[in-house]
């Protein structure tokens, strides 16, 4: 309970006006605790003070994820193998078994339904994550993995995920360049560049379209310096860091999709430093 500010309010206010100041004071006193009480319930850390309202949150967007990725899969008219095989994938990727699994079924198929309220729930999610750009991030690139899981991206699922992207607050420029980024990590990935790390390094050396994948990864030209380099390597390192993600918010359930996205931009930051002999 905030009492600190009532208190103060009053004692103060009695020594500067006596018996009305008093009162004025404690009138001042409690409106300052009620700001403190509501920062403290709205919460700068995860999805606010209150951890059953954060639970609350976080089961909310696992929902909306994997509900948008339902609703993503149907965009180019019916619903394939294709599509629930790649939905199921991403559901191993996290790693996700008994009561989460089945909850991520559920909400893709509530997605597939004909009047699925994605409006609705794009806002909802924008709500839930205001001033915590990376997790919007994150939720616009986890359909972008899905629509490209397959290596192409349909002209139906591009233009939703547009309007996904616009409801969350990025721009047609944003969007872009993430499913630039997103296609190169689809050929980063075929290049196999997970398999080919030993403890020495990497264990052959990579072709040009495999280099140019891993520049693309992290956004930077291939002319780009050692310093642009480390510069790209460490802003996409801090908006995708699982630590950083988890303080902000993210559903443990969703945490495997950020780790493995760390480890693909230090396995693209050790090749191309490698190709440059930079230490």
């Known amino acids: 309970m905030q009492v600190w500010g009532k208190i103060l309010g009053a004692f103060f206010g009695f020594l500067l006006g006596g018996p009305f100041g008093l009162f004025l004071g404690l009138f001042l ?39 948008v990725m339902g609703h993503m899969a149907k965009a180019k008219g019916r619903v394939t193998q294709e599509e629930i095989r790649v939905a199921t994938a991403i559901m191993e990727r996290m790693g996700l078994q008994g009561e989460s699994r089945r909850q991520a079924q559920n909400a893709f198929r509530e997605g597939k339904n004909d009047d699925f309220p994605l409006e609705e729930t794009l806002q909802r999610v924008r709500q839930n994550c205001a001033g915590r750009a990376d997790l919007l991030q994150f939720f616009l690139e986890l359909q972008i993995q899905a629509a490209f899981a397959d290596g192409s991206l349909h002209p139906n699922e591009r233009q939703l995920l547009h309007v996904i992207a616009r409801y969350l607050g990025f721009s047609e420029q944003q969007l872009e360049q993430r499913l630039h980024m997103q296609e190169a990590a689809f050929r980063f990935q075929q290049g196999g560049f997970h398999q080919q790390q030993g403890a020495g390094g990497f264990k052959a050396p990579p072709s040009k379209d495999q280099l140019a994948a891993a520049y693309d990864v992290l956004g930077v030209s291939p002319t780009a310096s050692s310093q642009e380099l480390k510069r790209a390597y460490r802003k996409q390192m801090n908006e995708h860091h699982p630590d950083k993600l988890a303080a902000k918010g993210l559903p443990p359930e969703m945490m495997e999709i950020a780790k493995q996205k760390t480890q693909e931009l230090q396995a693209a930051y050790d090749l191309i430093r490698k190709e440059k002999n930079d230490k």
């Open 29 to 67: 006193g409690h409106k300052f605790d009620k700001a403190r009480r509501n920062v403290y319930v709205g919460g700068f850390g995860g999805f606010g003070g209150n951890r059953a309202n954060q639970a609350e949150r976080q089961a909310d967007f696992f929902h909306a994820g994997f509900a």
